[in-house]
């Protein structure tokens, strides 16, 4: 085992420690189990040598009784250690998926775009399970069945040590053997984990756009892609099976060798030592029932291997480090409710994973009154995303600072950062839960849910109708993704979910573009109730949308190209007059 292994190992060993007492007492009964399985050969003696002399001896009745009891106190030792191992395992187990959770909710935006949403299901869901059964594996067998191989080599040694010295030379040969086959198992077990990952996103991507499939007629050439992935992933499966199947048939063959040896030596012995029947039945009894533990052991490299990989990946995934440093945390400031000032001093960002890239940013300066509504324009790629994306924090500034309220960005606590702030899409996030935790999303539980602020919330985003229609009113489900309402009514749901948390700043990211006209009247008036009063910053294409803004800054290769009110840039016939005429054409002809 190599250090990497052998941390995986110590770090789950340290997940184990809080349940010592159900461990203990899991390994006591295993104990009992390994105790029951070395007396059976120890009967066969005395039955043997004294019971069949052709003499009643009255005190070999007692052998079956004892028979019995030695497998009533075997299977009783044998549930109670299983027991009390699962209990303490899925305790575990809950304690790392919810670890793992934890450090989702808390990673960085850079995380969660190198890596697919089905790989992090996968290592949450699936792959956690496999480093379940590292636990559980690895505490019966080294345990349980360490226990009764040790338990029967010192029984065959007390009864004849010579031939016990032929059995020990099978246990170098195997552990030779397993190393040879630990590291093939290790290199498959990766690419198995890949593989898995991979299928899972194809199924993902074809479930999330079924619609898109269906019209354009995909789904043979979706078909195949699943079936390549999953053709890949059967040939691996089938090379870690016949790795991993190896272990057991090399084992059998080795130990049937050493058990032909012993016969030929036991059969020598008896002619010049006098080995009695009942000595070497119980020998080769107990060279027998040390078979099916020595088995066991062998068979545990698969899964442990299998175990190993996945809690390389779950550790990994668990050491990302957090969008905010608890330590750090200490000395930022807090801020309750802003008053809504926001300014970028000479601000510049670049995609760390697009070296060559230009940067997004560059030499960003802008100050943003209390209040004032500012809608940001120009071509796609000139940054207006990835401007308003540095103000929750989803970014860091690659140079320049952002103030909020004349205060660093930086220097306030990330979640009151994020507190004065309520975003509106284009692509709207729903949960399949009530309309009421969609509105008041963020509450602890229904009980955190302000009703009456949610009722208020919806009537001002114009869905008053809707709940009336709906039997169960605020507590309807809207289904996966709101999949139950309409296209503006998912829109206006996203409002009142920007209403009820009455943040000072407003985020609208092309919030009415996909929508048809009644949709996006009924929208409009919803967002102009929310506007009042906020600080608003409009990432807009429909120039008609926003000609009504206090001003609008238009971006090109990540620079502010133009400042200044609607009547201010059509008189400076720029690119805003320019985009605004070729706009107002299209819908003119339209």
């Known amino acids: ?143 349980r069945d360490s226990l009764t191989v040790v338990g029967l080599m010192g029984y065959l040694i007390y009864l004849n040590w010579k031939l016990t010295l032929v059995v020990l030379i099978i246990f170098p040969v195997i552990a030779f053997l397993m190393s040879k086959i630990n590291r093939r198992l290790r290199t498959l077990n990766r690419e198995q984990q890949t593989l898995t990952s991979d299928l899972a996103y194809i199924v993902e991507e074809s479930a999330a756009g079924y619609k898109f499939v269906k019209v354009h007629g995909a789904q043979e050439y979706e078909l195949n892609r699943f079936l390549e992935k999953a053709e890949r992933l059967r040939q691996f499966a089938l090379k870690s099976a016949v790795a991993g199947g190896l272990n057991q048939p090399i084992t059998q063959l080795i130990a049937s060798m050493a058990l032909s040896v012993v016969l030929v030596i036991a059969l020598m012995q008896s002619a010049t030592e006098g080995t009695t029947v009942g000595g070497f039945a119980a020998f080769i009894t107990a060279m027998m029932l040390v078979i099916s533990p020595l088995k066991h052991l062998a068979d545990i490299n698969q899964p442990l291997q299998r175990g190993l990989t996945a809690a390389e990946m779950i550790f990994g995934l668990m050491d990302q480090p957090a969008e905010e440093d608890e330590d750090r945390k200490l000395n930022m400031k807090s801020l309750d409710h802003a008053k809504g000032g926001i300014r970028f001093e000479n601000v510049s960002f670049a995609y760390q994973q697009e070296v060559e890239r230009k ?60 507190k004065q702030i309520a975003f509106v899409s284009q692509d709207v996030i729903l949960f399949n839960d009530t309309i009421a935790a969609n509105v008041a999303y963020g509450a602890t539980g229904p009980s955190g849910i302000d009703r009456s602020r949610v009722i208020k919330a919806l009537e001002a985003a114009n869905l008053s109708a809707l709940i009336e229609e709906l039997p169960e009113g605020i507590d309807s489900m809207v289904g996966d993704n709101g999949n139950r309402l309409s296209g503006g009514q998912r829109q206006r749901l996203a409002i009142a979910r920007a209403i009820y948390k009455n943040a000072p700043i407003l985020i609208l990211d092309e919030a009415t573009s996909a929508l048809d006209s009644e949709s996006e009247r009924q929208v409009q008036e919803a967002l102009d109730h929310l506007m009042a009063g906020r600080t608003t910053l409009i990432i807009a294409h429909r120039l008609s949308t926003i000609e009504h803004a206090d001003r609008i800054i238009v971006l090109e290769h990540g620079h502010i190209i133009e400042n200044g009110s609607h009547e201010d840039l059509i008189k400076h016939d720029g690119l805003y007059a320019n985009l605004h005429r070729i706009q107002f054409s299209g819908d003119q002809i339209n």
């Open 1 to 143: 085992m190599n250090a990497q292994d052998r941390t995986a190992l110590n770090r789950l060993i340290t997940y184990l420690r809080p349940h010592i007492g159900p461990i203990i007492g899991s390994l006591v009964a295993m104990a009992f189990v390994a105790a029951a399985e070395t007396s059976i050969p120890a009967l066969m003696k005395p039955l043997l040598d004294r019971g069949f002399t052709g003499q009643l001896n009255s005190k070999l009745w007692q052998i079956p009784v004892f028979l019995v009891g030695l497998a009533l106190v075997r299977s009783l030792a044998q549930f109670l250690s299983n027991y009390l191992l699962s209990r303490v395992i899925n305790s575990v187990l809950l304690k790392l998926r919810e670890q793992m959770f934890q450090t989702l909710l808390n990673a960085s935006t850079a995380f969660f775009q190198k890596n697919s949403a089905s790989t992090l299901i996968n290592a949450v869901v699936f792959e956690v399970n496999n480093v379940l059964s590292v636990m559980g594996g690895m505490l019966i067998s080294l345990v």
């Open 359 to 418: 940067d997004a940013l560059s030499g960003i300066n802008l100050t943003i009154k209390p209040g004032e509504v500012v809608a940001f324009v120009g071509p796609s790629g000139g940054g207006k995303s990835t401007l308003v994306n540095l103000l929750p924090r989803f970014f860091k500034p690659t140079s320049g600072h952002i103030f909020l309220d004349d205060i660093p960005l930086e220097d306030i606590v990330l979640a009151d950062v994020r």
